[in-house]
Structures are given as C-alpha cells and as structure tokens.
C-alpha cells in the first residue's frame, strides 16, 4: 500500500514538471517565465539536500510538508513545487554547481540547500542572472557576512541558520563553568570547497579566550562515507589523541553518523572512561531522539547542546504527528528509530514557508528576482522554530539552547543557555518581558554523569596523556633538611621522604576537586639540573624549597609561591664598646632628664612661693636673694638638706609627693645603670655586603642553589670568595674556623638556622626580595594552575602558618636583634607619678598666686592706676603730635591744588579770546 502510494505521488509530480517545462516554452514574461497570466501561476523551489544523511532526509520531508501545506491553503491559481537535487556529505564538487543545474535545467525561482557564503559567491558568478535568485541557505554552519549582502549587486543570500558564534560561546561557556583551561576540537569536514570549517576553529578559540582557556589541538576529519575504512581511520586519529595530556574533547561539527562511528570507537578504545569529557554541538545532539536508545550506550557521560524549541504548542505537536508518518511511510527502513523532527526540520520547513509566502505576495505582480528575495527578507511570523524575521540577511532570531547530558538510553536536561542569560532553569514571561529562573551564580547547571560513571568533575587532563601515577622529584641534597628529608628505612627497605615542603604539598594536593596520584622519588642534583628534568619530562613535577627565579621560567612554571623568600646576610655579632666618658648619663634618656630638672625647679618654686605667702621668715630677703634660694631649695630638698623650716601642709603635701618620685626614678636609675656596666651588648661584625667586597672576604652559602650564580651577577662578588656549604651544621664551624666571614641563605633558610643557632649570631644589612618558594611544573601544564588556586586556598586558611610554626620556628631560643635597642629608660614609665606629682603642683600654685594677690590689692591697684594714667599721657601725647605733622601736611596739598586750578582757568580764558 505504502509502494502504490510512493508511484502515485511520483507520477503526480512527474506530471507536474512537464506542465511547467511546457508553461516555460509558452510563456516568457515574469519572474524567469513563471507568470504567464494573472492566474496559473507556478512557483518552483531547487532544494538540494544529502539523500543518505539524517539530516538530508528530515530536511526533504519538512520541505514536503510544507509544499503540501501551502498548496493546500492556497488557490488553484498559484502552485508550488519543489525540485530536488542531492549531493554527498563532504562531496568536492561544491553545491554551487547543482545549484547551477538547477536554474538552468528546472528554471527553478529560488534555491534551498547547504549553500555556504562561498559556494554562494561562486553561483553568482556563473552568470549574470543568476546574481538575483534568492539562496536560503540551511547550512548548520555556515557563518555570514553582512558586508556581501549590502553590495550593490550581491549574491542573493538569506542565512536561515543561526550564527555558529553562539554555539561556539554555548561550549566556552561550559569549558568556563568547570574551569577547564585547555581543549582539543572534532570535526567532520563538511564541505571541501567552503573554508567554512577552519572558520569553526577560530570561533572557537575566540570564544574560549573569554573563559581562560584555548585550543590545545585540533583535528579535522574527512566526510565519513568518503573513507574506504572509516573505522580504522578514526582509530589511528584517536590513537595521536589518547597520548595527550588533554583529555577535554569537543565534538564541533559531525553529522549523526560519523558521532555514532566516532564514540563507538572511542568506547573500544577506552576513551570514555574516567577524566575524559566529551562535548557534542547542536549539529549531533539535535538528532539524538532519532537514534536507536541501545546505541546512546556509547556515548555515557556525554554532554551537548540544542536548539530548544517550543515542542508544547498545538502546531509543533499537529506538525509531530505529520512528520512521523510521512517519514515513516517514506523511510520505512528507519521504522525502528523514533522520527521526531529535528530543529533542523522544523527550519527547513520554516523557510520553505518564507518562500512561499514572499512567492504568493508576488502572484500578481511581474516581479524580478530581485523583489523575491526583498519580499523573503520582509517575512515576519511565528514559525516552528520560533519567531521568522531576518536582519540583515540573516535569521533574527535569539539562539537558547537546552543543555543535555546522555545517561542510559536516553538523555536528560541538566540546564539551559543563551547568550543573554548564561545558564538558567527556566524563562518565564510577565508583561512581555522574560525573566531568568535561576540563582545567577554559576550554579544552574543540575548533577552531571560524567564518563565512567562518575558525578566528580573530570580535571581534563593527565600527565603523559594517560592516567598514570605522576613522578614528582624532591631535592635529596639540600642543605636544610627541615624543608625536605630523604631517609631509607632498611627494615622497610624503603625511602621515606618528608619536611615542611612535602607537607604543604600535601596539604594542597587535599584541596584539588580530584584525586591526584603522585609518588615522590628523590632527585640527587643541584636545584638548577632539578628544574631542568622537569622541562626534559624526566619528571612530571618538582617539590621541594625551589626558589621561584626568572632564569628558570624559561625551562618550567611555578605554581603560587607557598612562602615568601628574600636573600638574607647573617654575620657573627661583636660586643659594643662601651665609652667610659658619661656612661652614667646613658641611664635616662635625654627627655627624662630634661622632665625631671622641670619638676625639681618646679617643685622648689611651688614649695617657696607658699611659705613665702605663709610669712615663714626663712623665705624672705631681697629679690637676687630670693632667686638663689628658689634654686638651692631646689636642689637641696632632694636630700633633705634644706636650711629652711617648712610649715605649709600645702608644701609638705608637694614635698611628700615628689619625693616618692625621687625614691622610685632613682631605684630604677640604680638598676639601668648597673645593668649597662654588667650586662655586654652586641652588634652584628659586618654591617653590609660593600663592607665585604672592600675586604675581599669570604663567603659562605648552600652550594647546590642558585645563591652561587646570584652573589656573582647580583653582588658582585668573586666566585673565588664564595665558599660552598652542603649542611646547615657546616656553617658554624666554617665561622669558628675563620674560613667565612658571612653567610647568605634565603629568608627561611635563615630563619630556621638563627633558630637552631642563635647565640652568636644574628641578620645584618638589606634583605634582597626574591619570588618565594614554589611548585615546578612543565611548559602549559594544567595542574600549575590549579596547584596556584589550592596553595591560596591553604594559606588563607592558616595551616601553612602552623605548619612553619610547628617545623621551622620549634627552638624557643630567639637571636638578638642586628640593632641594639637605647638601653636609657623614657619619660613613658614614669608618666603615672610624674602626673600626680605635678597636678598637685599646679593646684598649690594656684593656691599660692591667689593668696599672693589678695594681700598685695591696695597696692596692687594703686600701681595699676599709676601705670594707666602715665599710659594715658603718653597716648594723648603721641595723638597731639600726629595730627599736628598731618594736618599741616594737608593744609599745604590743598594750597597747591588751589594755585592749578586758577592757573588753568586763566588759560582756557586766553584760548577763547583768540
């Protein structure tokens, strides 16, 4: 039934042709002979499509339907019909060329198809009238350029698809939200002509710069049906790809087919296994209903995108129902898959709509090519893959692409995305306005099943390319074996290695998001040959306190430096010699002296001036008198040798008070002073590196860092006075012997030695900053970056200080410090008594000035009026005087100006009589 019903359609249609092929030799007016009245009209559409492929056969069903639809919704005036042509996926010979057959031997009056930009270019460059016909182009790929559009005479190309820009953003946004920082690119050659493909890879990388990351490779694949032995070319490529350490792949461009063949592969292979990623564009995973569900049990893990399209609406599920049958009824070889439309279909079918309506608008209307393809460019409405509008020459619409993550024989939706909203779980729409559902925190995407079965975000990548146990070399010969420790246990018979580095790789290594195998071998060189061997792959990384310097950049990265560094000079120290002349004096400081004389003369002013209020005899004299008694009684009160009789309870009160002071700074002067004659006091024996290079001194430092090579370019020392040590317990012998005059370690080098060594010795001179320990690892290494992120995440949280604490700085001996402090006591320990001292002071003089004044009124204010009347006379005086001197000064100005003023007026009397 279905076979009689397939002759009849293709008898109907061969029909069809040879009344347009005899309309065509009748009639010659119209768009390319089309409209020969203003009825009987006949539209013809070129499709060109890929008969084999999925995509070929859902895009010539759609286009059916559509025909079918309008035709049915339209008057017998005007017909549509459709002219297929087919190609081969990945064919050399361009499509241009069949578009070519087309015009020439089906007069067709617009052409659909997989035209890219290119092959478009080419069509119009056949003949000069073919620069008219409307190409819509469905190519999944295809990118587009405004500017051939807006020429004068352009090839007239209407991009139907959407731009591959957003699917390439789409996958940047998905290698961005699980951080991974390099990739390799898949794809299926789809058209050898178009340079379309390459274009791909640069979209790509585009994309991924915005997240951090690039493309580590890149592999193109020739079409899958032009390959004699398709399986074993896909093989020998995976084979290239399975030794690299990226281990993310992205599936850019495939047709159906060629997916399946590769993951079918790729599982033999066991690339689909844990810490592999594989992601596959809109171009595949829109076609993953189609497939049988047994042969999704090759793709496990994987992840992809699509169209997302209204599947809900009343006309998609009419147009579901449609499709299914039609395509089962035409390929019933494919009953067993489930026919769902692809958006791909539903494009095709949405533009053959486009054509159609722009072809009924020019029914009645001689019309050029020309104005079909301005009337196509004017469509506006809703279709099945959303609203049909074009800008530009290109679909306007937004792209939102569903998220998807095969699991069993099926797949499911993790996430949604578009380049408005990023990820999100769902848009809502209130008042006309879509609102994003979702945390907008990077966190919208739901629980992923990766490949292998595991929920744990896969690192995406492995040293070596496979998934082995990482070689990391620790230096064996260090000098200061509290950072690294290498000891063979004979009972074990095995090699034990330790140390504050180790633990803090350790402690780092916790905090990746993955499990990192590593074993730690010992590595006997020198810090410099240990960089080396990393860049040569000898090992995959190295531990250990390697200083982080710009010299060895050019063989290894460094991860974030996990502790500072800077190169230190530690020296023997000196006793200072004590100069005998006012050692006394060295007790105080200068400002408590001077305070101290302050209070004394104040306390002897304040005590006079109240007996002298109170009339005591032994306060009284003349005023020189007056002035050497203040002043001895000063001195004298100290030691209670005053003459005077004191009979004030104010001035006992100040007396009592400053001599507790007295008793308490003269305690603490006896202690300063004996502690300054007894105790010795050091300084460093060298003060800074001039000082050795003068002398031509010898110098001691670890010989198997890069210390040597900086003392001779940096400092400038000669390499003949650099003597190497391989131990920390050398350097004390080698100062004891005299073969060193100083010695230079790196920052916590030192630190850990003047805390073992810290009688004797001590830093001098300048600290030269340096980048700090750190973590080596080869030329683009991955883990760099993720090492850098977990040792920021321990010493935030404090464990690297402990650590240091526990393993560096365990001596409780401290070392003296390179400059002595000023031995003298300040003003600051004494501030408590010193105040009340003088507070009691000030209120005794207050006391003493008011009585003072009370006594001496009378005379006091007769005085006062005495001076104020001579202040008057004198001021009354220097008034008179004054304006005497300028008034006269005045008298004369005036004269003067008077004399001019006649004389001028004289002078214009003279000037009118003549």
Not at 132 to 137: K, M, V
Not at 270 to 292: H, P
Not at 357 to 376: D, G, H, P, R, Y
Not at 761 to 785: D, E, I, M, N, R
């Amino acid at each position: 039934m279905r076979t009689s019903t397939t002759h009849v359609l293709s008898l109907l249609l061969y029909f069809l042709l040879i009344y347009q092929m005899v309309s065509l030799t009748n009639n010659k007016n119209g768009l390319n002979g089309s409209v020969h009245d203003d009825c009987n009209m006949i539209w013809r559409i070129g499709a060109i499509i890929d008969p084999i492929s999925r995509l070929g056969k859902e895009q010539k069903v759609a286009m059916e339907m559509a025909v079918h639809d309008f035709n049915g919704q339209n008057s017998k005036c005007s017909e549509l019909v459709f002219n297929f042509a087919y190609y081969s996926h990945g064919s050399s010979s361009p499509a241009a060329s069949i578009a070519t057959y087309l015009v020439n031997k089906k007069q067709v009056h617009a052409i659909l198809g997989p035209l890219t930009q290119q092959e478009a270019v080419l069509f119009s460059e056949f003949d000069e009238s073919y620069k008219g016909i409307p190409i819509i182009s469905l190519s999944p790929t295809a990118t587009y350029s405004p500017q051939l559009v807006l020429r004068q005479e352009p090839p007239s190309l209407v991009q139907m698809s959407d731009d591959v820009k957003s699917q390439m953003q789409c996958i940047a946004a998905l290698i961005g939200h699980f951080k991974w920082r390099k990739v390799i690119a898949l794809y299926e050659i789809s058209n050898s002509f178009s340079n379309m493909d390459s274009g791909l890879i640069t979209h790509l990388s585009d994309s991924l710069k915005v997240v951090d990351s690039s493309v580590e490779y890149h592999l193109a694949f020739p079409p899958l049906f032009s390959v004699s032995n398709s399986r074993l070319f896909i093989q020998k490529e995976l084979e290239k790809l399975k030794t690299k350490n990226v281990k993310v792949f992205v599936v850019i461009q495939s047709s159906l087919d060629f997916g399946l063949v590769l993951f079918e592969v790729a599982t033999e292979m066991g690339m689909m296994g844990k810490d592999y990623v594989w992601i596959i564009s809109d171009n595949m995973a829109s076609f993953l209903d189609s497939v049988e569900p047994s042969v999704l049990l090759n793709m496990q893990g994987v992840i992809g995108f699509k169209s997302n399209v209204n599947d809900k609406s009343e006309s998609f599920r009419q147009f579901n129902a449609k499709f299914r049958r039609m395509y089962r009824s035409e390929y019933p070889e494919e009953e067993e898959g489930s026919p769902s439309p692809s958006f791909y279909a539903l494009k095709a079918y949405d533009a053959t709509w486009a054509i159609a309506k722009a072809m009924k608008n020019l029914t009645k209307v001689k019309s050029s090519s020309s104005e079909l393809v301005k009337t196509i460019l004017l469509s506006d409405f809703e279709g099945l893959s959303g609203k049909v509008s074009f800008k530009n020459g290109v679909i306007f619409q937004k792209p939102n692409f569903k998220i998807i993550n095969v699991f069993g024989k099926s797949y499911r939706e993790v996430s949604f995305w578009s380049p408005e909203f990023g990820f999100f779980n769902d848009l809502v729409e209130y008042n006309g306005v879509k609102l994003k559902i979702g945390n907008g925190l990077g966190g919208d995407l739901e629980s992923i099943l990766w490949p292998g079965g595991k929920q744990t975000v896969p690192k995406g990548w492995a040293i070596g390319g496979l998934e082995k146990t990482l070689k990391i070399g620790v230096p064996a010969k260090g000098a200061f074996n509290q950072f690294v420790t290498v000891d063979f246990n004979q009972e074990r018979n095995e090699t034990i290695i330790g140390g504050f580095s180790v633990h803090v790789f350790e402690a780092v290594v916790r905090q990746l998001p993955y499990y990192l195998p590593y074993v730690l071998v010992p590595f006997y060189g020198t810090y410099d040959e240990m960089v080396v061997g990393v860049s040569n792959k000898n090992l995959d990384a190295a531990v250990g306190d390697t200083e982080i310097m710009a010299d060895r950049y050019e063989y290894a990265e460094f991860s974030q430096p996990y502790i500072d560094s800077g190169l230190v000079m530690i020296v023997t120290e000196r006793p200072i010699l004590k100069k005998p002349h006012f050692i006394v004096i060295k007790a105080f400081k200068l400002k408590l002296w001077i305070l101290l004389a302050v209070m004394s003369m104040s306390t002897g002013v304040v005590i006079w001036l109240n007996e002298y209020v109170n009339n005591n005899p032994d306060f009284s004299g003349s005023f020189p008198q007056l002035i050497g008694s203040m002043l001895w009684f000063s001195v004298t009160v100290l030691s209670f040798s005053q003459r005077e009789l004191i009979k004030s309870n104010l001035s006992r009160l100040v007396l009592t008070t400053w001599l507790c002071v007295v008793v308490v700074v003269t305690a603490c002067f006896t202690a300063v002073l004996s502690s300054i004659m007894t105790v010795p006091r050091l300084e460093p024996s060298i003060l800074d590196v001039d000082y050795l290079i003068r002398t031509n001194a010898a110098v001691g430092c670890n010989g198997n860092s890069f210390i040597v090579r900086y003392l001779v370019n940096s400092l400038h020392l000669k390499p003949e006075n650099i003597k190497k040590i391989s131990s920390i317990s050398d350097y004390p012998k080698a100062f004891e012997k005299g073969e060193i005059s100083a010695a230079f370690f790196v920052a916590p080098h030192a630190k850990v030695f003047l805390s073992k060594y810290c009688k004797g010795y001590t830093k001098s001179g300048p600290v030269f900053k340096l980048g700090g320990f750190g973590f080596v690892f080869p030329k683009g290494s991955p883990l760099a970056v993720d090492i850098s992120e977990a040792v920021l995440k321990v010493s935030q949280s404090g464990e690297i200080n402990q650590l240091e604490e526990q393993m560096l700085i365990s001596s409780n001996c401290s070392s003296s410090s390179a400059k002595e402090q000023d031995p003298g006591l300040g003003p600051e320990l004494f501030s408590g008594p010193l105040l009340i001292s003088g507070v009691i002071c000030g209120i005794v003089l207050l006391i003493s000035i008011a009585r003072l004044v009370r006594r001496h009124w009378l005379n006091l204010s007769s005085t006062l009026a005495n001076y104020a009347n001579v202040v008057y006379i004198w001021a009354s005086l220097v008034f008179t005087q004054c304006y005497t001197i300028l008034g006269l000064r005045f008298f004369k100005d005036s004269s003067t100006v008077i004399d001019q003023r006649s004389n001028n007026q004289q002078n214009g009397e003279i000037t009118e009589v003549f």
